[in-house]
T-cell receptor, first 110, second 113 residues
Framework: QKEVEQDPGPLSVPEGAIVSLNCTYS??????FMWYRQYSRKGPELLMY????GNKEDGRFTAQVDKSSKYISLFIRDSQPSDSATYLC??????????FGTGTKLQVIP | GAVVSQHPSWVICKSGTSVKIECRSL??????MFWYRQFPKQSLMLMAT?????????EQGVEKDKFLINHASLTLSTLTVTSAHPEDSSFYIC?????????FGQGTRLTVV
């Protein structure tokens, strides 16, 4: 079993839709949870990070962490074509190496 | 956020030659940097952890004699792919964590022909 599971997609949605991206994990030592956006042939760009459980909102993006269920989510409201990219969840114990999900490819259709 | 700069962004080399990739932290000091490799349509896989002033720590299955890592200063780590072969063609990305968040370089697309 992988430490981090993420549906690779692809996920296609119409412009303006709410997008829900999810990951599950098995390592209870994970404390930091991050979401990255990666465009083709580019390095990952940090979108959000959360420490321990809870919600965090930044503009159209909301990150949720449920440690009891070992489940994290990223919601994108009012999705735009420019949001089309691969979204990677990532997590780590305190100040240790980061483990990534496989990434979900998102396409927002105008 | 913090800036991690990686160079070159792409390189093509002949089989058997060596290629050096640089990773710099521009606005913070990084005692530790991480090197990842990403194959097409796959996630990032940690190759090694680079430690300033000491030997790098390699993940299982990564050949330390093939992927040489040098972390000579608090702002620079280098990855040298020695005697490169076509199967080494991949996207290499470095990362650093100045605090809680991890930041990534732009990545280097290596093609070995």
């Amino acid at each position: 079993q992988k430490e981090v599971e993420q549906d690779p997609g692809p996920l296609s949605v119409p412009e303006g839709a709410i997008v829900s991206l999810n990951c599950t994990y098995s390592n209870s030592a994970f404390q930091y949870f991050m979401w990255y956006r990666q465009y083709s042939r580019k390095g990952p760009e940090l979108l959000m990070y959360t420490y321990s459980s809870g919600n965090k909102e930044d503009g159209r993006f909301t990150a949720q962490v449920d440690k009891s269920s070992k489940y994290i989510s990223l919601f994108i409201r009012d999705s735009q074509p420019s949001d089309s990219a691969t979204y990677l969840c990532a997590m780590s114990p305190v100040y240790q190496k980061v483990t990534f999900g496989t990434g979900t490819k998102l396409q927002v259709i105008p | 956020g913090a800036v991690v700069s990686q160079h070159p962004s792409w390189v093509i080399c002949k089989s058997g030659t060596s290629v050096k990739i640089e990773c710099r932290s521009l606005d913070f000091q990084a005692t530790t940097m991480f090197w990842y490799r990403q194959f097409p349509k796959q996630s990032l896989m940690l190759m090694a952890t680079s430690n300033e002033g000491s030997k790098a720590t390699y993940e299982q299955g990564v050949e330390k004699d093939k992927f040489l890592i040098n972390h000579a200063s608090l702002t620079l780590s280098t990855l040298t792919v020695t005697s490169a072969h076509p199967e080494d063609s991949s996207f290499y990305i470095c990362s650093a964590r100045p605090g809680e968040e991890a930041f990534f370089g732009q990545g280097t697309r290596l093609t070995v022909v």
